[in-house]
């Protein structure tokens, strides 16, 4: 059968096990070896027990648990050409050819390098005499496959990443605790939430949460934001809110690029109107804990599809990524979604918060 390998890369994210057990079972299921490469990049770089070949069973009880038990990482030597002659030579050896690398742009970007770079590749090592001229004719080719294991969202070209959602009950379970202490003692709360340059759980963390404000780096507020944060909360007080509850993304930025941060907004207030304002930064908080149903659902349709994927593969098809349209798991081309990606990280850096926005958008 072909040997399908599969690898996590890159921070981890919930429902990245999910994904990886669809990929093992739907590989045997058409009769492929399949193989788990241990810590991303560099577990195929340097080989030996980090490539394992899995079975039906090495799956087995890990759709509920957080992160990625095949570990993950992030690999310097992957970067260069001599750490991926010896990735090649690796795969090679156990006769694989097919990749999926669940990951975020970075960890695909480099697929995809890996990919072009392959018959070079596999020309060195024959000359190196690492691997025979038979070796090279029969492994020729590298399909690889992409999926996007992340807690940001902030890939084009799928409406969720894997693992979103997790973060999201992770953040809304701690807004509510927030919520009732706050209510108690007449407190405002500020919550600081992961995302980097993306505001999406900030955004719908606010919405689902009643929050009052809401800072994410798509619409940096005007400069005058602390007056009017101040002048709206002393009204909702007035009125009898007992509570209040803003959220920060970990990327919010004012116009003139100066991070907002919610020690800093925390400040604002204290100042203005010397509420007692407790802050909060949720952090790893948010990586953590068992997947959502949402994600372990994600993770399984995006896996067995990305394995139909690699079984249709031909040299001429390009490469693609698993996203999810609607309801449906379906294949974009990868290489436009990562620099689509790029791009907006570029329009958001020239303060085109527009273009940003609409890049974003699945297709
Ligand atoms: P996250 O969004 O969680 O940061 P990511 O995949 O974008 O995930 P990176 O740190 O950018 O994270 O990339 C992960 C790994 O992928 C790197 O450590 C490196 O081994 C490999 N990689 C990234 N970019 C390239 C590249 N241009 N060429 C070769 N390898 C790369």
Redesign the pocket.
């Known amino acids: 059968g072909k040997g399908i390998a599969v690898l996590t ?5 919930q429902g990245m096990n999910g994904a990886v057990r669809a990929v093992v079972r739907m590989g045997l299921y058409v009769g492929a070896n399949v193989f788990f490469i241990k810590e ?3 577990g195929m770089v340097d080989g030996g027990d980090n490539i394992v070949e899995a079975n039906w069973s090495s799956v087995s009880g890990i759709i509920h648990k957080g992160g990625t038990v095949i570990g993950s ?7 260069d050409r001599e ?2 002659t010896k990735a090649a030579k690796n795969l090679v050896k156990r006769g694989i050819t097919n990749l999926v690398v669940i ?9 995809n ?2 990919r072009q770079d392959w018959p070079a590749l596999l020309q060195l090592l024959v000359k190196k005499g690492e691997i025979t001229e038979e070796e090279q004719k029969t492994y020729s080719h590298l399909n690889i496959v992409g999926m996007v ?2 807690i ?1 969202n ?2 084009c070209g799928t409406d969720m990443t894997i693992g979103t959602d997790s973060a999201l009950h992770r953040i809304i379970e701690a807004v509510d605790a927030i919520a009732s202490t706050a209510y108690s003692h007449q407190r405002c709360f500020i919550l600081e939430v992961m995302g ?1 340059h993306c505001g999406y759980l900030a955004l719908v963390a606010a919405l689902s949460s009643e929050a009052d404000f809401v800072f994410i780096p798509e619409n940096p507020p005007p400069e005058n934001w602390g007056e009017k944060i101040c002048k709206k909360l002393q009204q909702e007080r007035s009125m009898g809110q007992r509570l209040n509850i803003i959220i920060v993304a970990e990327g919010a930025i004012d116009q003139q690029d100066v991070p907002i941060t919610a020690e800093g907004v925390k400040k604002v207030i204290v100042d203005k109107l010397g509420f007692d304002t407790r802050v909060t930064v949720l952090g790893h908080v948010q990586r953590g804990g068992s997947p959502s149903a949402f994600d372990r659902l994600l993770g399984c349709r995006m896996g067995a599809e990305a394995v139909l994927a690699l079984m249709e593969a031909t040299p001429e098809t390009e490469p693609c990524v698993i996203s999810l349209d609607g309801n449906q798991a379906v294949r974009v081309p990868l290489m436009g979604c990562v620099l689509k990606t790029q791009a907006v990280a570029r329009a958001l850096q020239d303060h085109r918060w527009d273009d940003a926005v609409q890049m974003r958008g699945r297709s």
């Open positions: 890369s890159g921070g981890d994210s991303g990049y560099q990482a992030r690999c310097k030597a992957f970067r750490g991926r990951g975020g742009d970075g960890s695909l970007t480099g697929a390098l890996f294991g992340s940001d902030d890939f980097r």
